[in-house]
């Protein structure tokens, strides 16, 4: 049974940090590629950043390029999105997502997680 669980979310100060974790389970980390995804209120979901599997090579959205950084934890089956200089437009629900590489760069991965809300608001 395949599962991705995300923490770390919460509400921070314009210019704070946050990191983020995805727990996976019925797969390796390293097996699969693994985004994170956002979604803000009124807004389409959009793609973050993602890490493809066992090469381990990874993008990142225009908007969050410099800010954030994705990155794994094999022993812990564990994906990673710290968030530094956090804005007020990184406000939404981040989920992480995984699938072929393919399927997660255009955005349709399969498998989902629950989401954590991140607010950043003075």
């Known amino acids: 049974h395949l599962q991705l669980v995300e923490s770390g979310g919460g509400l921070v100060q314009p210019g704070g940090s946050l990191r983020l974790s995805c727990v996976v389970s019925g797969f390796s980390v390293d097996d699969y590629a693994i985004g994170w995804f956002r979604q803000a209120p009124g807004k389409e979901r959009e793609g973050v950043s993602c890490i493809s599997g066992k090469s381990a090579m990874t993008d990142y959205a225009d908007s969050v390029k410099g800010r954030f950084t994705i990155s794994r934890d094999n022993a812990k089956n564990t994906v990673y999105l710290q968030m530094n200089s956090l804005k007020p437009e990184d406000t939404a629900v981040y989920y992480c997502?995984?699938?072929?590489?393919?399927?997660?760069?255009?955005?349709?991965?399969?498998?989902w997680g629950q989401g954590t809300q991140v607010t950043v608001s003075s």
């Open positions: 997502a995984t699938d072929d590489l393919r399927a997660v760069v255009a955005g349709t991965p399969r498998y």
